[in-house]
């Protein structure tokens, strides 16, 4: 199984660009994630699905949209991209969304915005 | 908001030493997870924790859930030169489904 993939691993935009960042997941996991994770501040959660059409937001979700069409993907879409998106993101998945349930990531996706 | 203080941010260590660290929280929580992330890799988990009291080894690596269920700790025995990385703390509160993280700390080891 490959896990939780994530494309591009490196994207440069400039401001007011759009872009969507993929991950895809084979372990037939319900629960999928995105996270920003900046200097000093941890990972922080973007967006979040608990299954095939429903989504819902989370810590930092401003700029960002979700959807989730099919169990495997769950894209992140910039609209139009600003310098404060500047950031590694990182794409998660867990079987489900319970309190037991351990979350594995992608290899991340470093996006720079000029 | 950041939910969870995790300390401390670095730390410079010898090969051999013992590393602790640990994460708080304000609120009470029923899950503790411990991961490691390597340079321009995602986080790997490490160790994860359901009970207060809880203690849990993998390998070198021993984390504990706390008594009050507002905090964890983290401790690797006789660090070697691959231990390097950033670890968090992530925690998910009673009742809700989302994960919060720690701010991270970076472990550097000198040979």
């Known amino acids: 199984n490959a896990g939780v993939t994530q494309t591009p691993k490196f994207q440069v935009l400039k401001t007011g660009q759009s872009m969507t960042l993929q991950c895809a997941q084979d372990?037939?996991?319900?629960?999928m994630s995105w996270y920003r994770q900046d200097p000093g501040m941890g990972l922080r959660l973007i967006h979040y699905?608990?299954?095939?059409?429903?989504?819902d937001q989370g810590e930092v979700p401003n700029g960002y949209n979700v959807s989730r069409s099919t169990t495997e993907d769950f894209p992140l879409r910039l609209l139009s991209a600003a310098p404060s998106q500047t950031s590694v993101y990182f794409c998660?998945?867990?079987?489900?969304?319970?309190?037991?349930?351990?979350?594995?990531f992608g290899s991340g996706t470093q996006l720079s915005v000029l | 908001g950041q939910q969870l203080n995790q300390s401390p941010q670095s730390m410079f260590i010898q090969e051999g030493e013992d590393v602790s660290m640990n994460c708080t929280s304000s609120?009470?929580?029923?899950?503790w997870l411990w991961y490691k992330q390597e340079p321009g890799e995602g986080p790997v988990l490490l160790i994860a924790l359901y009970k207060a009291g809880e203690l849990t080894s993998n390998g070198r690596l021993t984390a504990q859930f706390g008594i009050t269920r507002k905090d964890s700790f983290l401790n690797i025995s006789a660090s070697i030169p691959s231990d390097v990385g950033i670890y968090f703390c992530?925690?998910?509160?009673?009742?809700?489904?989302?994960?919060?993280f720690g701010q991270g700390t970076r472990l550097t080891i000198n040979p």
């Open positions: 609120s009470i929580f029923n899950t």
């Open positions: 998660a998945s867990s079987r489900m969304a319970g309190r037991n349930e351990k979350l594995f």
């Open positions: 372990m037939n996991h319900e629960y």
């Open positions: 992530a925690g998910r509160r009673q009742g809700a489904q989302k994960l919060v």
């Open positions: 699905s608990v299954g095939a059409g429903i989504t």
